[in-house]
């Protein structure tokens, strides 16, 4: 067999990618293998291909640049996922051709690094005879099969530094500041964010909020004497009786854009109390930049651990982050599809509870 690895980047971007690709890189060469890197996601596999070989010479840097230097899409011709929950099988066609150019590419191996919708697409192409391994990518921490996902710690440090610098200009303004980040269904980034940077209230999805409860934690702050509110909300956090707050009405192929809870929550809480408001929505600022330490040796790690499973030919899975905090591979089929949510009973929430931080309702007694 030749040894000769494809590695492609698929979805939203997140920090820390770029040291995946050069961990494998690196472990490859020390074996001899050669790696070729698919530009634009796996649209990249298809005709024309446009790959690059990657050389250890290129790696320089590399572990700590953001983004990703073989570019990526989160919609194209292998869109798989349109909403939670909701599968799309990308057309036989489109599969065959990514596949006949895999074989006339001579690889022996393709490393997809994403999320669901990435992973989604990676079992489908390892249905169709395609030796895939996976490695988890996304700042929302939503994998239930992995421990933790790289990207995420760097948003919530992203979240938390806006979080410090929000406060002060709360307090001196005596505003309820309202800080939106993303958290598509998992509310990971808002919880864990929260809890570091000191919000006051958390809206997260797994727990849908009112209005009453919100006013009543501000109210409670008055009269405490703590004339300002710091407020985070993921973007996919509901109203009670409500669904997203979309930014776009278009669906097609993707996942729908979320966007402008932050704004809503703000409007709301302005008319009810009074108070001054603001929102922030820190978007895509927590995707870019720089990776975290943690992030840092974690990607590092998947890297070496993908190459480790293509070097035994261990096909069809992902490697995860294991609860006893060893690397470890999970079937690409576990991985997928199953998110992982905050739970709203569970010890991160109490603990926040357990410091009157109010999650926009009425917490069981
Ligand atoms: O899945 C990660 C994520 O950051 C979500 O939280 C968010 O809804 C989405 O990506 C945004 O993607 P886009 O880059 O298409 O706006």
Redesign the pocket.
């Known amino acids: 067999m030749t040894k000769k690895i494809g590695i492609v980047t698929g979805g ?1 971007d997140c920090p820390g990618l770029n040291a995946v690709i050069r961990a494998i890189v690196k472990a490859g060469a020390l074996y001899g293998w050669e790696c070729l890197g698919i530009h634009g996601g796996f649209d990249g596999l298809l005709t024309p291909v446009r790959a690059m070989p990657l050389a250890i010479k290129d790696m320089d840097g590399l572990l700590i640049r953001g983004g990703t230097i073989l570019g990526t899409a ?1 919609s194209g011709q292998f869109s798989a996922k349109t909403g939670r929950g909701e599968l799309r099988q990308v057309p036989k066609k489109i599969m065959n051709q990514a596949k006949a150019n895999f074989d006339k590419l001579a690889l022996s191996a393709l490393v997809a690094i994403g ?1 669901d919708g990435t992973l989604t697409i990676a079992q489908q192409m390892f249905e169709m005879g395609v030796p895939v391994v996976g490695v988890p990518k ?3 921490n939503d994998l239930d099969a992995t421990q933790t996902t790289f990207g995420f710690d760097t948003a919530v440090a992203c979240a938390v530094d806006a979080l410090d610098r929000l406060h002060s200009t709360a307090q001196s303004h005596n505003r309820v500041m309202v800080l939106e980040v ?3 269904y998992a509310g990971w980034i808002a919880a864990y964010a929260g809890l570091a940077g000191g919000a006051d209230v958390i809206l997260i999805p797994e727990i849908k909020f009112n209005y009453d409860a919100i006013q009543k934690k501000i109210k409670a702050r008055e009269t405490e004497g703590k004339h300002f509110t710091i407020v985070i909300v993921a ?1 996919g956090a509901t109203l009670e009786g409500q669904g997203f707050i979309t930014s776009s009405k278009t669906k097609g192929d993707r996942e729908v ?2 966007g402008g809870i932050g704004h809503m929550v703000a409007m709301e809480i302005e008319t009810l109390t009074k108070k001054e408001t603001r929102c922030v929505v820190l978007g ?1 600022l927590q ?1 870019g930049g720089q990776p975290t330490q943690w992030d840092r040796q974690l990607c590092t790690r998947f890297g070496v651990h993908a190459f480790q499973m293509i070097a035994k030919k261990q096909f069809g899975y992902m490697v995860a982050l294991k609860k006893n905090g060893m690397m470890g591979p999970v079937t690409l089929s576990e991985a997928i599809n199953k998110l992982r949510l905050v739970d709203p009973d569970g010890e991160l929430v109490m603990t926040a509870r357990a410091l009157g931080i109010s999650f926009g309702d009425e917490p069981k007694s």
């Open positions: 939203g989160n999320g996304t700042i929302d993303m958290g598509r973007e854009r979320l895509h995707r």
